[in-house]
């Protein structure tokens, strides 16, 4: 089992920057090399991925309509997943929630994620 706990959302203006954390726990998580993922969803939208990373080297993967603006990273040591968003939109505005499977691969897709935490809120403002 894997448990995420997203935090660092809010209401911030258009142009300004957020960090997400995903803090990961669980003794799958220790043992197994993960994929680990950033999706949104906002209202009456479907969710939608943002980035991908593999938990053992740092492959990155990105939507291309966040790519330049979003990063996503992971400190393993912390085990900890971060989204760094510059340059934030209204149309960012979303529910942002971190996902995790077995297995180092990218993936885009939701279905192929096992964990996921509970989400945190962001809302731009313009």
């Known amino acids: 089992q894997v448990q995420l706990v997203e935090s660092g959302g809010g209401l911030v203006q258009a142009g300004d920057s957020l960090r997400l954390s995903c803090a990961a726990s669980?003794?799958?998580?220790?043992?197994?090399?993960?994929?680990l993922g950033w999706f949104r969803q906002a209202p009456g939208k479907e969710r939608e991925f943002v980035a991908a990373i593999i938990r053992s080297g740092g492959t990155t993967d990105y939507a291309g309509s966040v790519k330049g603006r979003f990063t996503i990273s992971i400190d393993n040591a912390k085990n900890t997943v971060y989204l760094q968003i510059n340059s934030l939109k209204p149309e960012d505005t979303a529910v942002y929630s971190c996902a995790a499977r077995g297995g180092a691969y990218l993936k885009r897709s939701p279905s192929d994620y096992d964990y996921w935490g509970q989400g945190t809120q962001v809302t731009v403002s313009s």
């Open positions: 669980g003794r799958s998580f220790r043992i197994y090399s993960m994929g």
